[in-house]
């Protein structure tokens, strides 16, 4: 089944968000489409799904005009979509969930969810998936999570399979494993839909390219296009992916952790006495798969989480057990790992969003009045020199893309005066350019002197950026390796195997 | 200063709107509730004229009862004829201060319940002082006030402190307040101290005529200072959440704790301290009460003061002012519906039932833009700056 739009344009208010995409999908074929975050991928899958209306434009399924507008409409022409955001009732099963919107009732008008639990097997066996349809799906990871939305398209014979950005939620393990799904669902003869900005992704499975930016189709590329190639189609400039690394010296240590742990509201150790020493002007990045103790690692470095043992030294001054403030204004920046949840109050302007921590101090106080003129004023310096886009400083800061919302992030916790940067996580879901100026910004800290401590999933950001590499498992510094790390070792070490070592 | 006009334009559309649904509704109510209308359900000409007859007089016994009276101005003077409008702002002045002492709360993230527990702990402590001492007038009312308001400033703290260190839930906790502040002015009017001499029914002395507000408008009208005091504390919870970094805190905190408190806001200060002020806002309430109108400590001196403080924030959009403008609107409905009982036989309870609906309303918004076919607030302008990838 092959899936064709022509002509896909679509407005909202004076802003042309798709202006007059073609795209056409083969069966057996993985198509991504690449763009930074705003270029106009969503609005268009939405299109094809049936969730948003196009201006103008036509939808062909096997050379068959489509008329879609609702979700159902699509499902009957054979589309299937996998938000991003998983559409899963948490507290159901498996079962339970595929069966969703389309309850059969058998006998006696009992629910026949036995028919939803043979096709889970049967799709699952078909395509090697290894899924229980009798799980609870909270207690699934984000990587089954997801796959139970691909059971469902396709128990619902979706031919033509929209992914948005699947992997941004994922592990690197996950994502590898999503890519091979790809890959046999694509054997298989589903088309499948690929939207990401991930470039090493889209190189590996894609057999077509089309790069979106600012609404418009700029590309149509194949795979073995470089990296560096799709970044600038993308960014519509020339985008340094790999950021230059000056040489210099470096100082004495600056952050000390002894025996650091950290323990769960539950009690359960989750950092286990951890000793490291981060020295002024290096990177230190700490990788791991998710959920070993990164998080928590990161959280008792400014004193968040609440219990933790061990000693914690600053500049030869113990900080733990200080209160958060206390933390901050010792001289630790903190980029938190979810920007929406822990780094921004999202109703908030982006002038007070800028001045969180530091709405007490001055200029910005005197007394208890807090000074809204000086507050703008600094909010616009701000502005000018991170390069954050926005209309007005007075807009909530929840009117940003992710990029600039971590511009904001970013920007407040480096106006401290600071010895310090804990950075977690602070590309996740970002597109290339804003990845570029996060990174260069990271790299300017290190050469300006300050300790920088990165918390990273992805391989490649901390191969890029670190001077040395801890990585984490279970709770454990387990490693300490040099940054000249092969990609492949580093993924070993991330799964707990560790070279013998002599005397241990 | 047009922005600030057409914001408030905006703001206030929702409530307005709502406000005419329910008075709509209700209307009918009247009518059908009428059974000297329903009689005449044969004829539908008749029905549709005495019910609107009725509606129409109910309503206008509604406005004679809580802003001017023709008849009271004509029978005295002109000036009385504004009593019912002076009962209207006696009714919404201690609603205006524990609206504030809910809506503040709202702002800080937090369900204040409790102001009525926290009204009744005003209402003893202003009157105690108001009957125990005697003292130059201006300063017997500020002590009496000062002892309303830490009276209810330590209530309501207990549940600030509680929360911040053990993590109660502050709606379970102003609950249970609640329930020890009405049995404890039970007991306390039966402490010799309370008892007023020569009874032995629970009521305390009255407060001496130096704790008693001023009256504004001579002996005949009961308005009296409070109002002032009010709209001074609504301008304070204003100037508070706006222009001070207190405030700035709670409104952080309100918005996202989590975020707040990664940033270094101490999130156990700002709930300390938030309850402690709604309380003092609630307990200043009942010291006004106490001081301007009531004078003297009874087992029902709280009414549903603290009770209708929520529903007061809720349609004040826990705004200062937009919960001044619903106070007097409470305040209205409360002092118009005893004469439309009186003068139409209009049920008093069918005033209740325009308060609930218009709150029902308030709180389902999209009910009342699907109704009056109203946009959703500029939804274009969020959008566009907002791009569409989510």
């Known amino acids: 089944m092959s899936l064709e739009l022509r002509g896909i344009t679509k407005a909202f208010g004076s802003l042309t968000v798709n202006d007059s995409i073609d795209l056409k999908v083969e069966a057996g074929q993985i198509h991504a489409i690449l763009g930074e975050n705003g270029a106009g991928k969503s609005t268009l899958m939405n299109i094809v799904y049936g969730l948003l209306k196009a201006d103008s ?141 991930k470039l090493r992704e889209v190189r590996e499975v894609a057999d077509q390219i089309t790069i979106i930016r600012r609404g418009k189709v700029v ?64 990177v230190l990045a700490v990788a791991g798969v998710q959920g070993n103790g990164q998080s928590e690692l990161a959280r008792a470095i400014v004193n968040l989480e609440d219990h933790i043992e061990g000693s914690l030294l600053l500049d030869g001054k113990e900080i ?68 954050i886009r926005l209309q007005s400083v007075s807009d909530a800061v929840s009117t940003l893309s992710g990029g600039n919302k971590q511009k904001v992030v970013i920007a407040r916790e480096l106006s401290r005066p600071i010895k310090v940067l804990v950075a977690s996580q602070p590309t ?41 590499i801890a990585v984490m498992y279970r709770g454990e510094i387990i490693e300490i390796v040099d940054s000249k790390v092969s990609k492949e070792e580093l993924g070993l070490l991330m799964a707990g195997v560790v070279k013998s070592k002599a005397g241990s | 200063m047009k922005n600030l006009v057409s914001k408030f334009g905006q703001t206030a559309k929702l409530p307005a709107l709502s406000f005419a649904l329910a008075f709509s509704i209700t209307g009918l109510l009247i009518a059908f509730s009428d059974s000297k209308v329903l009689a005449k359900i044969g004829s539908p000409i008749e029905f549709i004229k005495s019910g609107l007859a009725t509606i129409g007089n109910a309503y206008l016994a509604l406005f004679q009862g809580s802003i001017f009276d023709i008849n009271l101005a004509r029978g005295n003077s002109f000036f009385q004829g504004f009593y019912p409008l002076s009962e209207t702002i006696v009714t919404a002045t201690p609603l205006i201060l524990t609206g504030l002492s809910v809506a503040l709360a709202f702002r800080s993230g937090l369900f204040n319940i409790g102001a009525q527990g926290q009204f009744i702990f005003g209402a003893i402590g202003a009157s105690y002082v108001g009957f125990h001492f005697n003292l130059p007038t201006v300063i017997h009312i500020l002590f009496a006030a000062l002892a309303g308001i830490v009276l209810a400033a330590i209530w309501g703290g207990i549940v600030g402190i509680l929360k911040a260190k053990t993590g109660a839930h502050e709606v379970i906790l102003t609950i249970m307040m609640n329930y020890i502040a009405g049995y404890f002015i039970l007991w306390i009017l039966k402490t010799k101290p309370f008892l007023r001499p020569g009874r032995i029914d629970p009521i305390a002395p009255e407060v001496g005529l130096s704790a008693r507000l001023p009256l504004l408008a001579g002996e005949n009208l009961r308005i009296h200072a409070g109002i002032f005091i009010a709209l001074a504390s609504a301008l304070f919870v204003w ?38 002020i709604c309380g003092g806002l609630a307990g200043l309430g009942g010291a006004v009460h106490v001081m301007g109108s009531a004078h003297a400590l009874n087992t029902d001196v709280a009414g549903s003061f603290g009770f209708d403080a929520i529903t007061v924030a809720l349609l004040g959009r826990a705004q200062p002012l937009g919960t001044v403008f619903a106070a007097l609107l409470f305040g209205a409905l409360r002092a118009g519906g005893r004469t439309m009982q009186s003068n139409t036989g209009t049920p008093l309870d069918i005033v209740l039932v325009t308060q609930a609906l218009i709150v029902l309303f308030i709180a389902a918004p999209t009910f009342v833009r699907f109704i009056f076919r109203l946009k959703k607030l500029s939804s274009s302008a969020s959008l566009t700056s907002k791009g569409w990838n989510g």
């Open chain 1, 320 to 387: 733990r057990g200080l209160s958060i403030y206390d933390s901050l204004h010792a001289g630790i920046a903190f980029i938190p790992e979810s920007r929406e949840l822990d780094g921004l109050v999202g109703s908030f302007s982006i002038a007070e969003n800028l001045i969180l921590d530091l709405h007490d101090q001055a200029p910005y106080a005197k007394g208890i009045n807090l000074s809204v003129q000086v507050v703008s004023e600094q909010a616009e310096k701000r502005v000018k020199e991170f390069d």
């Open chain 1, 219 to 282: 590309g149509l590329v194949s795979p073995d296009t470089s990296e560096g190639e799709l970044a600038s189609l993308m960014v519509g400039r020339e985008v340094d992916l790999a950021p230059e690394k000056h040489k210099h010296e470096i100082g004495n240590p600056i952050l000390i952790a002894k025996n650091l742990s950290v323990r769960d509201a539950m009690g359960t150790e989750v950092v286990k006495r951890i000793n490291f020493e981060l020295r002024a002007g290096e």
């Open chain 1, 428 to 468: 996740r879901g970002l597109d290339v350019g804003s990845i570029e100026f996060v990174h260069e910004r990271i790299l300017s800290e290190r050469d300006a002197g300050r300790g920088v401590i990165l918390f990273s999933t992805e391989l490649e950001e901390v191969l890029a950026l670190a001077d040395r």
């Open chain 1, 57 to 197: 434009g036509e939808i062909f399924v096997d050379g068959k005009i489509q008329n879609i507008s609702e979700p159902s409409d699509a499902l009957s022409a054979g589309i299937g979509m996998v938000h991003q955001h998983f559409m899963l009732i948490p507290v159901f099963t498996v079962a339970e969930n595929i069966v969703l919107g389309h309850e059969k009732i058998g006998k006696f008008g009992v629910l026949d969810i036995e028919s939803a639990r043979e096709a889970i097997i049967r799709v699952s066996k078909d395509f090697g998936f290894s899924v229980d349809p009798d799980a609870i799906v909270e207690t699934l990871p984000v990587g089954i999570q997801q796959k139970v939305e691909i059971i469902r398209a396709l128990i619902y014979e979706a031919k033509v399979l929209i992914l948005d950005e699947p992997t941004a939620v994922l592990t690197p393990q996950e994502t590898d494993e999503l890519l091979k799904t790809m890959q046999e669902l694509k054997s298989k003869g589903t088309a499948i839909i690929f939207i990401t900005h």
């Open chain 2, 239 to 276: 100037w508070l959440l706006a222009k001070t970094t207190i405030g700035f805190k709670f409104r952080a905190v309100g918005a996202n704790s989590q975020a707040a408190r990664t940033a270094g806001i101490s999130v156990p200060f700002v709930v300390t301290s938030t309850m402690a």
